[in-house]
Structure formats: structure tokens, C-alpha cells
């Protein structure tokens, strides 16, 4: 969010069909077409298949694409908040890379780094260094697919750990071409595989590491692990220790994990599997890196979407709707549509959970009359925006979040 409004990508449809760059303006309600990418008629300015943007020290969004551009095979791109001009900062093409996996990312030195999954040197992608300044890209190091390589196919943007290091994940290649976590100095542009991914050890990582609290670092494995399900991993960049802290069990427990897992303002960890849980159909979970212990806190239906991809965002301390207000309970508000779907275990009964616009008046309220329940609710008369809701009980507050309603 950035004055008071989101940004991102669409990846198809709007005047040209290949999507566009938005605008969503939570006060006022209103949706922007900002940008409509155009890779028809030639134009060559990018297209479908847009990435996070991030909002860089400069003022200005950057984004990439996976095709379009002069050579088709995505470019990286600027846009100005201000003047809303789009600039194709560097065209990506299959011969010295394209296609790249996830954002990229600033790090603190005021560089841009990413990830090209396809092309380079070797054909098996690099991690790349934008200057926003000059707009000049350096490839940085060229993975490897050759004989005995270390690895290849990288996936997810690089995370930063400290001034010179950063560290990834490749999908396949390395001693059991089930691929490696590595890293590089990118002041020496030296590149260390750290660790070999084993089929009971987790294989096919997916989405970007992720840094915690603690000091480790954390990802998710899509297959593979004790049970083959996937698993959720942690690695001590100190000593090189990999822990396979969690194997989805499939079934109820869910499996596949897509996208990596965040950590919320309460500490925890949370991620989505794409299949399994009590639905079948993917669900949300939290880890308590205190504890260990795994929870389901939202299994998918088809009434409110299936399949769940990628990652979830934590916005204003409620990670999607999650709020966490004591060690062992939890409530979690979800939108879809023309409903409201509120997954609660709670200590107190005869609650009452409100609903307020952004003026503060109460559009909705619903008595909560038991510990804990899944309850659905019909708001089809409700606008566009975002609300604020709360859990009370004797004039005390429980719980309390907000939410966007977009339908």
C-alpha cells in the first residue's frame, strides 16, 4: 500500500487483453486502470504474466513480465506514480535469459536484484542486478545445467542477509538434481551451494525463502519429505543446518504447499497448501515456532474458491483477515464475493462479532453463540471497500481486524 491505495498487476483481460498495472484507492472505493499492457500490433512494451510490483526508493513501481518486449521473452519495467509513464527499462530475451520467476527485490545498497529462469550462459538461468539509476543490468552469476552442475532452474526472488550475501533456491540440479539452496556475495559475484536437496529431505522448492525473528530462514518444499506430501523447512545460515520441521501429511492435513510461507506480526507462520485439508481443496495454515505445532485454521470450499496460489500478504498486522489474540485461539475473517466467512475458536460464548464501514457505522452484526464455529454470511448489500470488523464480549474487545470487500 502506498497513499493510501494498493497496486498491482492483472494478468489478462482489459483493453488489450493482456492485462494491466491498477490502482485500488481503499478510501474512496474506486479502481483504476492505470497501464494496459500491449504486446499486439508492435508494440513492444511487455505483457501477460506481470510479477509483484515493488515500490522503489525512487518513487516509482517495478515489475517484470514474462513475455512481450522487443524479443518476447518479458522485460523489466518502471512506472512513475506521478507522471504515470511506463518505461521498458531492459528487454529480456532467450539468449542471454528470459522469463523470470518472482519480483524482484531492492536491497539496502539501492540495487534490484532478480532472478531469470531460462537463458543465460548456460540455458538454466542468472540472478541479474538492475541500477535504478542508469537503468544498466549486470548479470551477476549464470547457474549451471552442464555435467556435473550445480544447479539450475532457479525459483523465487533472492532474499538479502546481509550487505554482500544473498541466498536462493534452485528447483533442480546440485548432487541429487532435486536442486540446491545457495548463495552469493554479489560484491564478489562468488556463488556457494549451501545445501542438496534429497527426496526425503524435501524436493521441488517453491516461491522465495524467507528470513524470521529467530535468525533462520524458511521455505517450503512442493513434494518430497517423510511422506512425500512436501514439507516446511528451516536452514541456520550460521552452520549450514537444514530441519525438516513439518511434513504435510496429505488428506486433512493438507499438501502441495505453493508459494512460500510468511511471518506474521504474532510470530507465526503462515502459508496455503494448493490440495488436501478437511475440503480437499487446499487450505491456510499457521506453524508456532515456539511450540512446533502445526494448525489448520481454513480449509477451501468451490462456494468460496479452491486451489489457493502462491502466497498470502499481511496487511496492517492481519495476515489476510488472521488475528491472533492469545496463545491458543484464534479468529479469521475472509471475503469472497457477496460473503463473509468467519472460522473462530474462542474461550468466551455469546459473543458478538460487528461489521463497520470506514466512518465507523455498523453495517452488520451476528451473535457468535458458541467456543467456535465456521459461520457464513450474506453482504451482497454491502459496497465495494474496505470494513473493520470486531469480536466483543461484555464490552471487551476479543479480536479485531479489517477487511476488503471486493466483488
Known amino acids: 500500500m502506498h497513499n493510501g491505495k494498493f497496486y498491482g498487476c492483472a494478468d489478462g483481460g482489459a483493453n488489450n487483453y493482456e492485462g494491466v498495472i491498477y490502482s485500488y484507492d481503499t478510501a474512496a472505493n474506486v479502481y483504476i486502470d492505470l497501464y494496459d499492457f500491449n504486446t499486439n500490433d508492435g508494440c513492444f512494451d511487455g505483457g501477460t504474466g506481470c510479477s509483484r510490483l515493488i515500490l522503489a526508493s525512487n518513487g516509482k513501481l517495478y515489475g517484470v513480465t514474462n513475455i512481450g518486449g522487443t524479443y518476447n521473452g518479458g522485460v523489466i519495467f ?12 531492459y528487454n529480456l530475451n532467450y539468449f542471454t535469459g528470459a522469463n523470470t520467476s518472482d519480483a524482484i527485490m531492492q536491497a539496502n545498497n539501492g540495487l534490484m536484484y532478480g532472478i531469470v529462469t531460462y537463458g543465460g550462459y548456460d540455458t538454466a538461468g542468472y540472478m541479474f542486478c538492475l541500477n ?37 533456491t534452485t528447483n533442480k540440479g546440485g548432487l541429487n538434481n532435486w536442486g540446491v539452496i545457495y548463495s552469493i556475495n554479489v560484491h564478489t559475484n562468488a556463488y556457494t551451494v549451501l545445501y542438496n536437496f534429497t527426496t526425503l529431505t524435501g524436493i521441488t522448492p517453491i516461491g522465495s525463502l524467507i528470513k ?18 512436501g514439507l516446511l523447512f528451516s536452514f541456520d545460515i550460521s552452520n549450514n543446518s537444514y530441519i525438516d ?52 485454521i481454513h480449509s ?36 469472497n464475493l457477496d460473503k ?16 463497520k464501514d470506514i466512518t465507523g457505522r455498523e453495517v452488520y452484526n451476528y451473535h457468535l453463540n458458541s ?33 476488503a470487500l471486493i466483488k
Open 212 to 229: 524470521a525473528t529467530n535468525g533462520l530462514i524458511y521455505g517450503v518444499c512442493e513434494t518430497g519429505g517423510n511422506l512425500g506430501y
Open 245 to 296: 520441521i513439518h511434513d504435510f501429511t496429505g488428506g486433512n492435513g493438507g499438501y502441495q504447499p505453493i508459494g512460500n510461507p510468511v511471518q506474521a506480526t504474532d510470530g507465526k507462520l503462515y502459508g496455503t497448501t494448493s490440495t488436501g485439508g478437511t475440503n480437499g481443496q487446499g487450505n491456510i495454515y499457521k506453524y508456532d515456532l515456539l511450540t512446533n505445532t502445526y494448525t489448520e
Open 132 to 168: 535504478p539509476v542508469t537503468n544498466v543490468v549486470t548479470d551477476i552469476h549464470d547457474f549451471n545445467c552442464t555435467s556435473g552442475c550445480m544447479s539450475h532452474s532457479p525459483i523465487g526472488a533472492p532474499i538479502q542477509i546481509n550487505d554482500s550475501i544473498f541466498i536462493g
Open 78 to 89: 518502471s512506472f512513475d506514480l506521478i507522471s504515470l509513464n511506463y518505461t521498458v527499462v
Open 371 to 403: 467456543s467456535n464455529g465456521l459461520e457464513t454470511f450474506n453482504i451482497s448489500s454491502l459496497v465495494n471497500g474496505i470494513y473493520f470488523w470486531e469480536v466483543i464480549n461484555n464490552l471487551s474487545i476479543l479480536s479485531k481486524g479489517k477487511i
Open 340 to 355: 463473509i466467512t468467519i472460522n473462530y475458536e474462542i474461550n468466551n460464548q455469546n459473543s458478538l462479532f460487528r461489521l
Open 300 to 335: 477451501f470450499n468451490f462456494a468460496e474458491g479452491v486451489g489457493p496460489y502462491f502466497y498470502l500478504n499481511e496487511v496492517g498486522g492481519e495476515t489476510t483477515g488472521i488475528k491472533e489474540y492469545n496463545n491458543n485461539n484464534y479468529l479469521a475473517v475472509y471475503s
